[in-house]
């Protein structure tokens, strides 16, 4: 067996729907076993997948694990020369997967690869490279000269954002979000450490790689990852699970250094965690109170391009649920440019959600249209016909 891939996954069908889609158009002509292992979802996710992916191997289980943990059970049991760890609020080129093998078979060096993520606006997402966090990288991360000075190599070492965007480079911290895994390398250096429940699983692993003697690597190949989809991020509980795993990494790789690094990163932390929560508390009283009142959002635009059938079905689901949309018959063959042929160079449209087909477009077609010209007020969609479901950043419409 070439290839494992293993899904962990929370309460987002619609997104792992999505994600299996182009999952198995990249999978062609590669020998591969795929996991989803579901943490104890409430939305119906398995039964919901499994009629049109019924040869994934699903693992139910009756509790939430955590990330590290139930990605474990799936490695554990799997057969892969190479472990794919791929989270479900992504969507994957159909090249992708190809692409990264044959990197990983011609680096015998490699212990692990990610790729370029993109946003759903189609910009390119900083955590796709990161260095080790450690204490005075940290340190520069959390007092902003990482941010205000993003080609030093020594202040912006957090991201590595003074490397190319366009060409293999070694990395050190590979996001989980897609990592591709050696297995003789996880052989070697051990599984996700389960201590952490999610979140610095990815970098503990990495860090461990290249304690092995492995190379860590970033690959041009492009992706969309929503950016957990299946996180409350504005929870207790998410704040706590955060900046504990911090914690857990530091005291792991850096609880004996100097006490004069180490008082000064576990006060930042602590510090940083408390006014994220004094933050969201201090929100919460306010809007309870009537003291916040946030601004109405103005309703976006909606884009869709697609056939002939599939706009029919596109006009009739806007309005049942009130979009104001613009139609556009087309394809990836006949219109390569998309959404781009469409609003031009304009600026000043509406926010727009541009819905693309995904059997007029490859999945690989609309990554390639949206980072040729990423904008911040344009968004990636998309449109199943055989779910007839839209699917966005910020909501699932059927």
Known sequence: MKLTVVIVNYNVKHYLYQCLESL?????????????????????????????FPNVNYVESNHNLGFARANNIAIRESEGEYVLLLNPDTFVGENTIHHVLDFMES????????????????????????????????????????????????????????????????????????????????????????DFFMYGEDIDLSYRLIKGGYQNW??????????????????????HVFYEAMLIFFRKHYGGSSLWLTIPIKLAIYLRATLALINMQTRKVRKALGFFSPRRRKEPDYLFIGSVSSIAQC??????????????????????????????????????YVVYDIEAYSFESVLNIFARSPRANVMIGTYNPRTKTIITAEEVLK
């Open 107 to 194: 680096h015998p060096e490699a212990g692990g690869a990610g790729v370029q993520m993109l946003k759903s606006d189609g910009t390119k997402a900083m955590e796709s490279r990161r260095g080790l966090p450690t204490p005075m990288t940290a340190f520069y991360k959390m007092v902003g000269l990482c941010r205000r000075y993003p080609e030093h190599k020594r202040f912006a070492h957090y991201y590595m954002s003074y490397l190319p965007w366009d060409e293999p480079v070694e990395i050190e911290v590979i996001s989980g979000a897609f990592c591709m895994l050696r297995r003789s390398a996880l052989d070697a250096v051990g599984l996700l450490d389960e």
């Open 24 to 52: 198995y158009r990249a999978l062609k002509g590669i020998e591969a076993e795929v996991f989803v292992v579901d943490n104890h979802s409430r939305d119906g996710s398995v039964n919901y997948v499994s009629r049109r």
């Open 315 to 352: 006009r009739k689901l806007a309005r049942r649920k009130g979009l104001l949309g613009e139609f556009v018959v087309g394809n990836e063959r006949k219109n390569p440019e998309g959404h781009l042929e469409v609003i031009g160079d304009s600026e000043s449209r509406n926010l727009k």
């Open 218 to 239: 970033y690959l041009p190949e492009r992706i969309l990852h929503y950016k957990g989809e299946s996180t409350q991020k504005s929870s207790f509980r998410y704040v």
